[in-house]
């Protein structure tokens, strides 16, 4: 069982930038494919970022890509989100992901594990 915690969320003005960290604990996360997912209120929830088993591979929703960077230090067993020009949009909770060992990345049923959630308010 791997236990995943995010931290970094808040409140930022748009055009802004933020930092998101997920601590995992409880098993080494070198094994799987982890991500970021994000859920708005009214909304669906929704694929942000993914990077492959040994980070040579990183996916992006297009509605990121360009602005968000995913990234994964499996020595300290933790997964990065660096969200740069932020814009009202991205308001939502941000959640972390982990476990996938071979399903789409794309799909949040590949993840067996999910952190409890960061809000992030981008205020216009």
């Known amino acids: 069982q791997v236990h995943l915690v995010e931290s970094g969320g808040g409140l930022v003005r748009a055009g802004g930038s933020l930092s998101l960290s997920c601590a995992a604990s409880g098993r080494t996360i070198s094994n799987y494919a982890m991500g970021w997912f994000r859920q708005a209120p009214g909304k669906e929830r929704e694929f942000v970022a993914a990077i492959s088993i040994g980070g040579g591979s990183t996916y992006y929703a297009d509605s990121v890509k360009g602005r968000f960077t995913i990234s994964r230090d499996d020595a300290k067993n933790t997964v990065y989100l660096q969200m740069h020009n932020l814009k009202s949009e991205d308001t939502a909770v941000y959640y972390c992901?982990?476990?996938?060992?071979?399903?789409?990345?794309?799909?949040?049923?590949?993840?067996?594990?999910w952190g409890q959630g960061t809000q992030i308010t981008v205020s216009s």
């Open positions: 992901v982990g476990g996938n060992r071979g399903g789409s990345y794309y799909d949040p049923r590949s993840y067996g594990y």
